[in-house]
T-cell receptor
Framework: LAKTTQPISMDSYEGQEVNITCSHN???????ITWYQQFPSQGPRFIIQ???TKVTNEVASLFIPADRKSSTLSLPRVSLSDTAVYYC????????????FGRGTSLIVHP | GAVVSQHPSWVICKSGTSVKIECRSL??????MFWYRQFPKQSLMLMAT?????????EQGVEKDKFLINHASLTLSTLTVTSAHPEDSSFYIC????????????FGPGTRLTVT
């Protein structure tokens, strides 16, 4: 399984764009990159998933360079409610893949 | 998206008693469900993989006789914490995986267990 490395914490202010980078140097050819958001005392919530280049949905964008050894989750114009822990997971879709979580990035958005 | 529920959302029990936590996929069938445990300020730790109709696969260090997992149907998996101790107090989260090509995973809201 590809090991992931993320910053432990980040601070931002309301209205700013936040970029959280995840390193996954040993990503496999058939691995996807998935990001989850978790609020205290809640289960993780799916944010976005991608394989290469750029993926965008109503919540975030995911940028993946050509070598796929890293990825960046971009949150546009964050608000206080975006304060949460963000996890990057790397693995193949379905099958026997067992999702395991790293330490995640604790994002704090200040007024 | 798909919805996963857990019941109860929180429970308090006394040392030595057993507690059952249910995980249900409400609008989809899940061949595979996962059980995680999360202590304060820590990440989710995978406890076991639950496959419908077969025995669960436990991660190293997780006592299978203490944490009983049953996945009797495609929409329900249960985790029973037997002979609970205060150190079992934690946040337990389940997830269910779609039986699709991408195998998207959806998480339950979690169950807070406090053992007194």
């Amino acid at each position: 399984l590809a090991k992931t490395t993320q910053p432990i914490s980040m601070d931002s202010y309301e209205g700013q764009e936040v970029n959280i980078t995840c390193s996954h140097n040993n990503i496999a050819t058939n691995d996807y990159i998935t990001w989850y958001q978790q609020f205290p005392s809640q289960g993780p919530r799916f944010i976005i998933q991608g394989y290469k280049t750029k993926v965008t949905n109503e919540v975030a964008s995911l940028f993946i360079p050509a070598d796929r050894k890293s990825s960046t989750l971009s949150l546009p114009r964050v608000s206080l409610s975006d304060t949460a822990v963000y996890y990057c997971l790397v693995g193949p879709p379905g099958g026997s893949y067992i999702p395991t979580f790293g330490r995640g990035t604790s994002l704090i958005v200040h007024p | 998206g798909a919805v996963v529920s857990q019941h109860p959302s929180w429970v308090i029990c006394k040392s030595g008693t057993s507690v059952k936590i249910e995980c249900r996929s409400l609008d989809f069938q899940a061949t595979t469900m996962f059980w995680y445990r999360q202590f304060p300020k820590q990440s989710l730790m995978l406890m076991a993989t639950s496959n419908e109709g077969s025995k669960a696969t436990y991660e190293q260090g997780v006592e299978k006789d203490k944490f009983l997992i049953n996945h009797a149907s495609l929409t329900l998996s249960t985790l029973t914490v037997t002979s609970a101790h205060p150190e079992d107090s934690s946040f337990y989260i389940c997830s269910a995986r779609l039986t699709s090509v991408k195998g998207e995973q959806y998480f339950g809201p979690g169950t807070r267990l406090t053992v007194t």
